[in-house]
């Protein structure tokens, strides 16, 4: 079946540094593939998507390249801030149908100032 | 517009004991998840609806029960809860291949 498997967290970094989780995942087919933030106390909002090789997706200073040949889709941002302190997910869903997400484990990011 | 609303935010039940989790979009979306987030761990997928009548089983079934009388409420029944439950659950709704989340209801069962 389909999976995701994130980079292990906490992460922790000082405010202006480079940021990169890294996701990889498993599936049968060409799925989407998806970033979701879940700030403290709140549900989960899409950050950023890619629904075929080499779409890149952008918000928010955030980007994601979906790359078929290593299946991944690592999250990267150039100059973190505070405000972007949160719990980061990645998912992915079949293209067709219901589409289902299957999200990875999580990643926790602490931005300090 | 409101988006995905869930209720209650909170709830602490005791072993056995059954509630229903409320959930309601004014999206007009067809599609409807219900999901649970355990300690740590990514979102599970319990049911899902493609549309008012239609449910099916997601990955963790087991335990619960769901219904789509309409297209924008989507219930979540636990008929006998077990420490098992105790979770945030979270309710979405699709548009395109964008889901749109709930704040979530953070249940406990002692």
């Known amino acids: 079946g389909n999976s995701v498997t994130q980079m292990e967290g906490p992460v922790t970094l000082s405010e202006e540094a480079f940021l990169t989780i890294n996701c990889t995942y498993t599936?049968?087919?060409?799925?989407?593939l998806f970033w979701y933030v879940q700030y403290p106390g709140e549900g989960l909002q899409l950050l950023l998507k890619?629904?075929?090789?080499?779409d890149k997706g952008s918000n928010k200073g955030f980007e994601a390249t979906y790359r078929k040949e290593t299946t991944s889709f690592h999250l990267e941002k150039g100059s973190v801030q505070v405000s972007d302190s949160a719990v980061y997910f990645c998912a992915l869903s079949d293209r067709q149908g219901a589409q289902k997400l299957v999200f990875g484990q999580g990643t926790r990011l602490t931005i300090n100032p | 517009n409101a988006g995905v609303t869930q209720t209650p935010k909170f709830r602490i039940l005791k072993i056995g004991q059954s509630m229903t989790l409320q959930c309601t979009q004014d999206?007009?979306?067809?599609?409807m998840y219900w999901y649970r987030q355990d300690p740590g761990m990514g979102l599970k997928l319990i049911y899902y609806s493609v549309g008012a009548g239609i449910t099916d089983k997601g990955e963790v079934p087991n335990g619960y029960n769901v219904s789509r009388s309409t297209t924008e409420d989507f219930p979540l029944r636990l008929e006998l809860a077990a420490p098992s439950q105790t979770s945030v659950y979270f309710c979405?709704?699709?548009?395109?291949?964008?889901?749109?989340f709930g704040p979530g209801t953070r249940l406990t069962v002692l």
């Open positions: 890619a629904t075929k090789a080499d």
């Open positions: 599936a049968t087919g060409y799925p989407s």
């Open positions: 979405a709704s699709r548009a395109a291949d964008t889901q749109y």
């Open positions: 999206m007009n979306h067809n599609y």
